[in-house]
Nanobody
Framework: EVQLVESGGGLVQAGGSLRLSCRAS????????IGWFRQAPGQEREGVSC???????YYADSVKDRFTISIDNAKKTVYLQMIGLKPEDTALYYC????????????????????WGQGTLVTVSS
């Protein structure tokens, strides 16, 4: 069974840090791009960061220099290290996977992605 499981969300004060994890199972991890997305209440889902099968990394402008995506292929896990968190980072964070995906396309066409995790909630208090 193809599965993504996010963890690591929580409540943190502005300026704080969190590390999210996205653990994959049921597919050949190395052949997939893994993206992080978030959705705040009443807002569209948006791409946050992505790592493709070649190791290329991509970030939304709003999180550049604050978020870092990394991958542990042995653990089939993608991490999102978040520092300098702001109240506007509050959202449900999801990871998604696409076979040899293009990260830019994944950000734009996220509605067509078929493999998603259940999400992990990040709340940043001011």
């Amino acid at each position: 069974e193809v599965q993504l499981v996010e963890s690591g969300g929580g409540l943190v004060q502005a300026g704080g840090s969190l590390r999210l994890s996205c653990r994959a199972s049921g597919f050949t991890f190395d052949d997939y791009a893994i993206g992080w997305f978030r959705q705040a209440p009443g807002q569209e889902r948006e791409g946050v960061s992505c790592i493709d099968s070649s190791g290329g990394t991509y970030y939304a402008d709003s999180v550049k220099d604050r978020f870092t995506i990394s991958i542990d292929n042995a653990k089939k896990t993608v991490y999102l290290q978040m520092i300098g968190l702001k109240p506007e980072d509050t959202a449900l964070y999801y990871c998604a996977a696409e076979f040899f995906g293009d990260c830019t396309a994944m950000f734009v066409h996220y509605r067509s992605l078929e493999v998603w995790g259940q999400g992990t909630l990040v709340t940043v208090s001011s």
